[in-house]
């Protein structure tokens, strides 16, 4: 069983930068592919970001790329997401997910959300 908690979510300026952490309780975490969703008021969930278990591997959605950044920490259980140029369609709640098979599709275990809001 995996347990996947965020933080730092938050309000931020359209142009500015945030942070996003997700810390996992979890044995062999560097085993699990991670992955950041996001969700805004009357849309569907989007993918917005993934990583293999060793880091070596990542991958954007189209809305993102270039201005997002995943990254890892193995040795701290925690996945993290840089966001840059935010705008106010990164306004959602944003979910960290795990996957067990490490291939960035089964993400069977996820956080309870943290909101990120962007002003105009």
């Known amino acids: 069983q995996v347990r996947l908690v965020e933080s730092g979510g938050g309000l931020v300026q359209a142009g500015g930068s945030l942070s996003i952490s997700c810390t996992a309780f979890a044995q062999t975490f560097s085993k699990y592919a991670m992955g950041w969703f996001r969700q805004a008021p009357g849309k569907e969930r989007e993918f917005v970001a993934a990583i293999s278990g060793n880091g070596g591997r990542t991958y954007y959605g189209d809305s993102v790329e270039g201005r997002f950044t995943i990254s890892r920490d193995n040795a701290k259980n925690t996945t993290y997401l840089q966001m840059n140029s935010l705008n106010a369609e990164d306004t959602a709640v944003y979910y960290c997910?795990?996957?067990?098979?490490?291939?960035?599709?089964?993400?069977?275990?996820w956080g309870q959300g943290t909101q990120v809001t962007v002003s105009s």
């Open positions: 997910a795990a996957d067990p098979e490490d291939r960035g599709i089964s993400f069977d275990y």
